[in-house]
Every structure is written in structure tokens, then in C-alpha cells.
């Protein structure tokens, strides 16, 4: 399966606030959860996820900190905030709505 870059891209926030639901994470591990979740058909550029990781922070969505994982480099986590979790239901919505007009328009029958 091969997925448009240009379809998903205006999405990236929306992403990673999903897989920040499910509890704090650093970069890697999430990449690695999308990817896994869109069966290797998807995953963000480095240079992408951390940008979106910055806009997130800078907009209040997510917080970060440094992780004590004891030895080796240190992982910085984040976390999704209130704000977060308001502009993702938000986000939700407004897919589901888009859905639903695309489904209308793409999957209508012919004749």
C-alpha cells in the first residue's frame, strides 16, 4: 500500500496528538508507533517530527521534559496537554466531516 504524502501532511499535528493519548513518549518511540500503526505504509522524516513536536509546544498542545532512563542518552518526552486534547477532539470532528464529503464525492455510484 502506498500512501500520498500530500494527503497526509496536513495532518501531522492531528498524528502525533493521537499517539500522545496513549500516554508520554519521545520522538523515536512514536515514529515507531506510527509506522507500526500504518502497517510500514507511513512514518514522519525526522526533520518533520521534531519540527511538529516544536510548533506543538510553542501552540501549548504538548509539553516536554527529560526522561531518567537511566544509562545512555537521554530521551526528551512529551506529553499531551488539555489544550492538546481540545484541538485533537476538534481535529477529530472536522476529519470525520471531511470524510464523509470526500466518501460522497470519490465512492458515488456510477449511472
Not at 515514529?31 to 519540527?51: D, H, M, P, V, W
Not at 481540545?86 to 470532528?93: F, I, K
Request: without cysteine; aromatic residues 10%; proline residues 1%.
Amino acid at each position: 500500500m502506498s500512501l500520498s504524502a500530500d494527503i497526509l501532511r496536513g495532518h501531522t499535528d492531528t498524528i502525533i496528538l493521537a499517539q500522545l493519548m496513549a500516554g508520554d513518549s519521545y520522538g523515536y518511540e512514536i515514529n515507531k508507533n506510527i509506522s507500526q500503526r500504518a502497517q510500514g505504509a507511513y512514518g514522519f522524516k525526522e526533520a518533520t517530527l521534531y519540527t511538529a513536536f516544536k510548533r506543538l509546544e510553542q501552540n501549548g498542545m504538548i509539553t516536554s521534559y527529560w526522561g531518567d532512563d537511566g544509562p545512555g542518552a537521554r530521551r526528551r518526552y512529551y506529553a499531551i496537554t488539555e489544550a492538546g486534547m481540545g484541538q485533537l477532539a476538534a481535529d477529530r470532528r472536522e476529519w470525520s466531516e471531511t470524510k464523509q464529503v470526500l466518501d460522497a464525492l470519490i465512492l458515488m455510484k456510477e449511472g
